[in-house]
């Protein structure tokens, strides 16, 4: 999936230098397609005030350039959300579509 133009690019150690600095960030799953066994996938995108959208990309850069990171329900997303995530609680709907709600 190409990357749109308003978007920068950010690693696992770009999150991690966020958190570590305490700069505040949202986060935002996009669903983009199914596996072949019809599981969904989706991509994360990073959002600081006065930034662009930053997609997640892998360290490994590719003779391509750099790809986008995809993560599956379980245990990827989860996994990523509680540790790179945004404090927010997942919440996923019958079509698959993933909202973010404040924890109450």
Excluded at 70 to 81: A, D, E, S, T, V
Aim: charged share 30%; with cysteine.
């Amino acid at each position: 999936m190409p990357i749109a133009r308003n978007q920068i690019l950010i690693t696992i150690d770009g999150v991690k230098d966020l958190q570590e600095e305490g700069i505040a960030f949202r986060c935002r799953y996009e669903l983009v397609g199914f596996t072949d066994d019809g599981k969904p996938r989706y991509q994360c995108i990073y959002l600081r005030e006065g930034e662009p959208e930053a997609i997640l990309v892998s360290t490994r850069i590719t003779p391509h350039g750099p790809e986008p990171r995809y993560f599956n329900i379980w245990p990827g997303l989860f996994k990523h959300h509680l540790e790179f995530g945004d404090g927010r609680d997942l919440r996923f709907g019958p079509d698959y579509g993933l909202t973010l709600e404040e924890r109450s």
